[in-house]
């Protein structure tokens, strides 16, 4: 069955940086584009970035020139490196195969405050 694993979270100060991680199982992940979203505290869920399987990046505006979308397929991860965080960063982080909305991981807790 389809697993992800989301880590790498924390507390980091604004202007700070964090690198995520998603770890993936059961399905062929090098052909699939991935997508990390997030849900800020008592808001909707929100798309951040994708990846194809080809490596193609997209970016959600507010992130774009921050945050930096990787994969490894030889790991069947993502990653996504978090620079310059921003208090309106702060949410839960999940990833996601882009067109799939029925598998979910636990996320990962990004607080960005000072």
């Known amino acids: 069955q389809v697993q992800l694993v989301e880590s790498g979270g924390g507390l980091v100060q604004p202007g700070g940086s964090l690198r995520l991680s998603c770890l993936t199982s059961?399905?062929?992940?090098?052909?699939?584009?991935m997508s990390w979203v997030r849900q800020a505290p008592g808001k909707g869920l929100e798309w951040v970035s994708d990846i194809t399987a080809s490596g193609n990046t997209d970016y959600e505006d507010s992130v774009r020139g921050r945050f930096t979308i990787t994969r490894d397929n030889n790991k069947n991860s993502i990653y996504l490196q978090m620079n310059d965080l921003k208090p309106g960063d702060t949410a839960v982080y999940y990833c996601?195969?882009?067109?799939?909305?029925?598998?979910w991981g636990e996320g990962t807790v990004v607080t960005v405050s000072s």
């Open positions: 996601k195969e882009k067109n799939d909305n029925r598998h």
């Open positions: 059961g399905f062929t992940f090098k052909n699939y584009a």
